[in-house]
């Protein structure tokens, strides 16, 4: 199956400060990308999409100032959590599709995560 | 949106047991996907399954679309089978997976 690395696995990080995780799609193209996040116990809920070239789309009750998404470039998006707090600490997680020549349904590939943790 | 639900929410299984793990889904679905999330939260992708039955060594897994829902089963199930499963499935065909909260395993020795 398609490969879609996420780095770095773990991070901590002092209040204020910024945190950028890296999803790169190692061996296809990813025009779109998923951001999703986990708190303990509980299921991935999806941030955002990731579009290559063009600005993110938010779900509902994400805060596009507070986490910032840039697709520079077909194999990278990067998620940027900006001024974190320890409400922010959480398990990251990218997604990806290689659609290849397909027009249909196509499996969806996830990156390790990034455990994030604010102190 | 489409809503997903995995039944049972937690299960515990004696090593050797099998087991299913069932998911419903509130709408017509296309691509539904079976995963695994271990104990360091990588998800391992087990099922790609629209419909029909597919086997992978002791996992097994059917969809019925037409019933809207889909089945995984375990066979001979072993302690490192433990962790979460989740089936996730898309709103349309190739927008974003939407999860269901998974079932949480216990396999004891």
């Known amino acids: 199956g398609a490969v879609v690395s996420q780095h770095p696995s773990r991070v901590i990080c002092k209040s204020g400060t910024s945190v950028k995780i890296e999803c790169r799609s190692l061996d296809f193209q990813a025009t779109t990308m998923f951001w999703y996040r986990q708190f303990p116990k509980q299921s991935l809920m999806l941030m955002a999409t990731s579009n290559e070239g063009s600005k993110a789309t938010y779900e509902q009750g994400v805060e596009k100032d507070k986490f910032l998404i840039n697709h520079a470039s077909l194999t990278l998006s990067t998620l940027t959590v900006t001024s974190a707090h320890p409400e922010d600490s959480s398990f990251y997680i990218c997604?990806?599709?290689?659609?290849?020549?397909?027009?249909?349904?196509?499996?969806?590939?996830f990156g390790q995560g990034t455990r994030l943790t604010v102190v | 949106g489409i809503q997903v639900e995995q039944s049972p929410p937690d299960l515990i299984l004696q090593e050797g047991a099998n087991s299913t793990l069932r998911c419903n889904f509130s709408d017509s679905v296309n691509n539904l996907q079976w995963f695994h999330q271990n104990p360091w939260g990588q998800l391992i992708n087990l099922f790609y399954i629209p419909s029909g039955t597919k086997q992978n060594g002791r996992l097994s897994a059917t969809t019925v679309a037409t019933e809207r829902y889909s089945l995984l089963y375990i066979s001979s199930s072993q302690t490192t089978d433990s962790g979460v499963y989740f089936c996730a499935a898309p709103v349309v065909v190739n927008t974003p997976l939407v999860f269901g909260k998974g079932t949480r395993l216990s396999v004891i020795a």
């Open positions: 997604s990806a599709r290689d659609f290849g020549d397909s027009l249909l349904g196509t499996e969806a590939f």
